[in-house]
């Protein structure tokens, strides 16, 4: 039998300042989530995004749990932040990094942003070489891909499933495959087609 390839897994940021963000910051929120965030200890980052962004990033966590297969002794998946680089999912958040992360654009010609990523890819892509390395994220815009490929060349590969799909239909797709225990086929990031015709909606799931 073939070994399977070591492989890690990047996931996009949730909008941190988007409507369900600001409710973890509004003053009188009362979830149970925003009251961990306003502690000293924090929460989740992941379980933080998993809140913010929904279905999306919580398809993201969980495919990359269910899916990584990193080096011993390293971290299977890596948050990009919009001003702390790289983080596990299981570093904590407060609020005040909530908004810190809220007033910085993830945008490649934000300096905030592409110095502490493009630090700890380089601090981490030596320990990477013999990994695979899977975006999990919009392939077609400029804000990852412009910073990743450079760096990993063609280590880093995405779900090619993902061309053409909305962020709804990237989570539910990553859900269903978690579910199923399918992992999904990967192409290169690097020369790949990153722009196409909207798929067909997913399937129901047989009850």
């Known amino acids: 039998m073939t070994p399977q390839r070591f492989r890690v897994f990047l996931l996009s940021p949730a909008d ?22 306003r502690g000293e200890a924090g929460a ?28 011993a002794g390293l971290a299977g ?5 919009p001003c702390d680089g790289l983080r596990p999912p299981e570093s ?3 609020l005040r990094d909530l908004k810190r992360y809220a007033g910085v654009p993830v945008d490649p010609d934000e300096k905030r942003y592409t110095r502490p990523l493009l630090r700890d890819l ?11 390395v899977v975006l999990l994220g919009s392939v ?23 061309v053409g799909r909305g962020d709804m239909s990237r989570g539910g797709l990553m859900l269903r495959s978690v579910q199923e225990g399918r ?25």
């Open 44 to 71: 989740p980052l992941g379980e933080t995004f998993a809140f913010v962004s929904s279905l999306y990033f919580r398809g993201k966590l969980a495919y990359a749990r269910a899916f990584a297969r990193p080096p």
């Open 16 to 37: 941190c300042s988007g409507t369900r963000a600001r409710q973890l910051q509004s003053d009188g929120a009362d979830h149970d989530l925003a009251r961990r965030l």
């Open 92 to 94: 904590r958040l407060t």
């Open 140 to 162: 077609a815009s400029r804000k990852y891909a412009d910073l990743l490929t450079p760096v990993l060349g063609d280590r880093l590969l995405f779900p090619s499933d993902f």
């Open 183 to 207: 992992e999904l086929p990967y192409v290169p990031l690097l020369g790949a087609e990153r722009h196409g015709p909207r798929p067909a909606r997913l399937a129901p799931l047989p009850r």
């Open 122 to 132: 380089r601090a981490l892509a030596p320990a990477w070489a013999e990994a695979e």
């Open 77 to 81: 998946a890596h948050v990009i932040t």
